[in-house]
């Protein structure tokens, strides 16, 4: 699931498994899982992982497949060497 921090605007994305059943009564339950342990189904109010913000915003799954934009690079991205030129003229005074 897609989460962006509404502080720092960092972009994550978290996975989870989702269990659902059914009692003998037949009221479905789900039970969230991530890395195995149960947890909370996510909200909005995450803890960003960048800044600890606790206010965070939740996408639909497969959003961030559709915006590869908004994944930050693995790696920094290296600044271009090249020496900017201005096209104005310097003045002659």
Partial sequence: MPFECRGCWHVWEEDYVVRRSEDDHGNEGEVWLRAGLRVPPPSSGALCPHCGCEQATTFPD???????????????????????????PRPLY
């Avoid at 915006?67 to 020496?83: G, K, N, Q, R, S």
């Fill in 62 to 88: 497969g959003y961030l497949a559709r915006h590869p934009e908004l994944i930050p690079p693995a790696e920094p991205v290296v600044p271009d060497a090249t020496p900017l030129l201005s096209p104005v």
